[in-house]
């Protein structure tokens, strides 16, 4: 497949268990994005990867979400001690330079 | 902190009539403007988009219009068609990789 690849595709957990979630991008693309869209709201901003660049993690909500990406490629968005706020679809970017995003499917997470 | 916004949540038009989806921004140092379509279950698509030095740009049925002064864009569907039902992001930024998006509106085209 060429497109953005995300898994899983649904996740159900425990508040307060950790959860990972992985975005494999479109092959070359240099910068990666992780969004999340709640209930009836837009797409947020949580991190952005370019390159070998330090990310921005500007968008991150608290210090229980992390990310990484590595050798360039596959991205893993890491939320430790999970909230019931934190439901919502999880949804990864690639893109080329100065080129629009292209989306995976994203992650529906859901937080009992 | 919505520097974008979509206004109208939803949106019902009749097949082979205009759709019109409208899009306001804060930010005058937005240069880039782009409209995304999603449907259930999956991604948002690209679908169109356009940059400050224009204020219009067209491709087939959709066409982007850039109001820069005040600051609003807007999506025209013509003639819209059933499966154009979705919902329609907007999203805005200096640049490709600082976009804001919108919280998006429901268009439902009816046959």
């Known amino acids: 497949g060429a497109g953005v690849s995300q898994s899983p595709s649904n996740k159900v957990t425990e508040k307060g268990k950790d959860v990972e979630l992985r975005c494999d991008p479109i092959?070359?693309?240099?910068?990666l994005y992780w969004y999340r869209q709640s209930l009836g709201q837009g797409l947020e901003f949580l991190i952005y990867f370019q390159g070998n660049s330090a990310p921005d993690k500007s968008g991150l909500p608290s210090d229980r979400f992390s990310a990484e990406r590595t050798g360039g490629s596959v991205s893993t968005l890491t939320i430790q001690r999970t909230q019931q706020e934190d439901s919502a679809v999880y949804l990864c970017?690639?893109?080329?330079?100065?080129?629009?995003?292209?989306f995976g499917n994203g992650t529906r997470l859901t937080v009992t | 902190d919505q520097q974008v916004k979509q206004n109208s949540p939803s949106l019902s038009v009749q097949e082979g009539r205009i759709s019109i989806l409208n899009c306001d921004y804060t930010?005058?140092?937005?240069?880039?403007f782009l409209w995304y379509k999603k449907y259930p279950a999956e991604g948002p698509t690209f679908l169109i988009s356009?940059?400050?030095?224009?204020d219009k740009n067209e491709d087939g049925r959709f066409t982007v219009f850039l109001n820069k002064s005040a600051k609003h864009l807007s999506l025209h569907i013509v003639p819209s068609q059933p499966g154009d039902s979705a919902v329609y992001f907007c999203?805005?930024?200096?640049?490709?990789?600082?976009?804001?998006f919108g919280a998006g509106t429901r268009l439902t085209v009816k046959p």
């Open positions: 356009i940059s400050s030095i224009k």
């Open positions: 092959s070359g693309h240099t910068a």
């Open positions: 970017a690639s893109s080329a330079t100065n080129s629009p995003l292209h």
């Open positions: 999203a805005a930024g200096p640049f490709y990789n600082d976009m804001r």
């Open positions: 930010n005058s140092m937005f240069d880039y």
